[in-house]
C-alpha cells in the first residue's frame, strides 16, 4: 500500500503531461495549435509550400509607408517602390543566395498587391531574408518557425532586429514606417 501512495504522485503527474494540451490564437492557419505536438524547424524547405504532405506557411504581407503616412508600394505614388526592383535573398549555409524559381508564377517570391487600404509585398520568408529595395539597400526579416501536426508555420518575424509579428497577432501583415 505504502508502494502505491509513493507512486501515486508520479502517475498522476504523467497522467496530466500526457494530455494535449491546446492554445488558441487570433486565427492564423486554422485557430488552434496542439502544443504538445510543437517543434522548432531549424531550416524549412526553400522552394516549394508543400512537401510530402506538409504545409509549409512561409508568408508575410509587407506595407510600407513614409512619415506623412503615404503609400510606398502603390505605382500611382510618383515616389513609391518599384516593383521591378526589389530582390530577395535567402541566408543557406552561410550564404547569401539570391531567390529566383523560373517555374514559379514570382520567381522572386514577392508580390506586390493594391487590393486593401495600403499596397503589400507579399514575401516568401526563409530564417533569414533579405530584401533588396535596389543595390545596395536592404532590410533583413528574421523568421521563426515550428512545425505542428501536418504544418511547419512561421511563428515569429523579426523586421531589422525588431519583433514585428508573432503567431498570436493573426495573419502575418504588419507595416513598417520608412
Given at each position: 500500500?505504502?508502494?502505491i501512495l509513493k507512486l501515486l504522485p508520479i502517475i498522476?503527474?504523467?497522467?496530466?503531461?500526457?494530455?494535449?494540451?491546446?492554445?488558441?490564437?487570433?486565427?492564423?492557419?486554422?485557430?488552434?495549435?496542439?502544443?504538445?505536438?510543437?517543434?522548432?524547424?531549424?531550416?524549412?524547405?526553400?522552394?516549394?509550400?508543400?512537401?510530402?504532405?506538409?504545409?509549409?506557411?512561409?508568408?508575410?504581407?509587407?506595407?510600407?509607408?513614409?512619415?506623412?503616412?503615404?503609400?510606398?508600394?502603390?505605382?500611382?505614388?510618383?515616389?513609391?517602390?518599384?516593383?521591378?526592383?526589389?530582390?530577395?535573398?535567402?541566408?543557406?549555409?552561410?550564404?547569401?543566395?539570391?531567390v529566383y524559381f523560373s517555374h514559379y508564377d514570382s520567381?522572386?517570391?514577392?508580390?506586390?498587391?493594391?487590393?486593401?487600404?495600403?499596397?503589400?509585398?507579399?514575401?516568401v520568408l526563409s530564417h533569414t531574408t533579405y530584401l533588396?529595395?535596389?543595390?545596395?539597400?536592404?532590410?533583413?526579416?528574421?523568421?521563426?518557425?515550428?512545425?505542428?501536426?501536418?504544418?511547419?508555420?512561421?511563428?515569429?518575424?523579426?523586421?531589422?532586429?525588431?519583433?514585428?509579428?508573432?503567431?498570436?497577432?493573426?495573419?502575418?501583415?504588419?507595416?513598417?514606417?520608412?
Amino acid at each position: 500500500m505504502k508502494t502505491i501512495l509513493k507512486l501515486l504522485p508520479i502517475i498522476l503527474l504523467l497522467i496530466a503531461c500526457s494530455k494535449n494540451e491546446k492554445k488558441e490564437f487570433n486565427g492564423y492557419a486554422g485557430g488552434e495549435l496542439e502544443l504538445s505536438k510543437i517543434e522548432v524547424v531549424n531550416n524549412p524547405v526553400i522552394d516549394t509550400n508543400m512537401v510530402g504532405g506538409i504545409y509549409i506557411g512561409r508568408g508575410v504581407h509587407i506595407s510600407f509607408v513614409d512619415k506623412n503616412g503615404n503609400d510606398l508600394l502603390n505605382p500611382d505614388n510618383p515616389d513609391s517602390y518599384k516593383e521591378y526592383s526589389f530582390k530577395l535573398y535567402y541566408l543557406e549555409e552561410g550564404l547569401k543566395k539570391e531567390v529566383y524559381f523560373s517555374h514559379y508564377d514570382s520567381p522572386r517570391n514577392i508580390d506586390l498587391t493594391c487590393e486593401r487600404e495600403l499596397c503589400e509585398l507579399s514575401i516568401v520568408l526563409s530564417h533569414t531574408t533579405y530584401l533588396e529595395f535596389e543595390p545596395g539597400v536592404e532590410d533583413v526579416i528574421e523568421s521563426e518557425f515550428i512545425k505542428n501536426g501536418g504544418a511547419i508555420l512561421v511563428s515569429k518575424i523579426y523586421y531589422n532586429g525588431e519583433l514585428k509579428w508573432d503567431i498570436d497577432s493573426g495573419s502575418p501583415a504588419f507595416t513598417i514606417l520608412k
